[in-house]
């Protein structure tokens, strides 16, 4: 069974994604760590001449299977170098293989990021799109964050994840939308046991229908 789940910054989908492969006794893949580890790779290429190329070389060179060894994946600023990295279609392709791999392990998968239910996995048995709105998805980074003992601007942050929201659904090579047979779930007023209870109820009724309609 492949899960798709994708959505915005700080809506859930990772601790939701993390959560139905529990569940359902399926490996997970977070794509976002991907872009977080190449936009560190180049940090001190921020906003000069070569920081699309060495982003580039970085994808190319990435030890997917060694992103703890990273540090700082989790910050605001890896994030927002992420989504900096995400948009140079060369470093899209260049992760394309491993997620894809990833996605099609025999025993099945699930992923979170932001295309992978239009780019990386429009195959996938079940899509889930998660939205919560932009306060909510502040408020709990900002959790997040406080409860790794960082000191939150709770205005910065905010704008923050509206600028880095905006860059990705204006990235041409992003295919961050919803995908039409993608399912929506807004967690806005879920908590975390709640939005998986939702989540398993969908993905279930899906597996259920579609065995459903097998010759
Ligand atoms: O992966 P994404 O950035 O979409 O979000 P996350 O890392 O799964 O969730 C961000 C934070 O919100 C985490 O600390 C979660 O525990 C929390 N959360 C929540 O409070 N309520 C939910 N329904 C989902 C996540
Ligand atoms: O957890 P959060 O939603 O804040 O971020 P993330 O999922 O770790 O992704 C960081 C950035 O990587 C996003 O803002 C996107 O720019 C990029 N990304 C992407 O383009 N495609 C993906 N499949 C995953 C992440």
Avoid: W
Avoid at 4 to 19: C, H, R, Y
Avoid at 179 to 199: K, N, P, Q, S, V
């Amino acid at each position: 069974m492949m899960i798709a789940v994708d959505g915005p910054a700080a809506s859930g989908k990772g601790t939701l994604a993390a959560g139905l492969a529990g569940h359902y006794g399926l490996p997970c893949l977070d794509t976002g760590l991907l872009y977080r580890a190449v936009g560190r790779a180049v940090d001190a290429l921020e906003d000069q001449p070569g920081f699309e190329a060495a982003a580039i070389a970085a994808a190319r060179a990435l030890d997917a299977s060694h992103l703890a060894d990273v540090a700082e994946l989790g910050s605001a600023r890896s994030g927002v170098l992420a989504s900096k990295v995400a948009v140079i279609a060369e470093v899209r392709q260049a992760l394309f293989d491993y997620q894809r791999q990833f996605a099609t392990q025999p025993g099945g998968a699930v992923l979170d990021g932001r295309d992978i239910g239009t780019r990386i996995c429009p195959d996938a048995d079940v899509k889930l799109f998660i939205q919560a709105d932009s306060k909510a998805r502040m408020e709990r980074r900002a959790r997040q964050l406080e409860s790794r003992g960082l000191v939150v601007d709770r205005y910065a942050l905010y704008h923050q994840i509206e600028e880095r929201d905006a860059r990705d659904m204006a990235n041409p090579n992003g295919g961050f939308y919803k995908a039409d047979d993608a399912h929506l779930l807004d967690t806005t007023l879920l908590g975390i046991e709640a939005a998986l209870r939702a989540a398993i109820a969908i993905v279930d009724e899906v597996m259920a229908r579609k065995e459903g309609s097998k010759p």
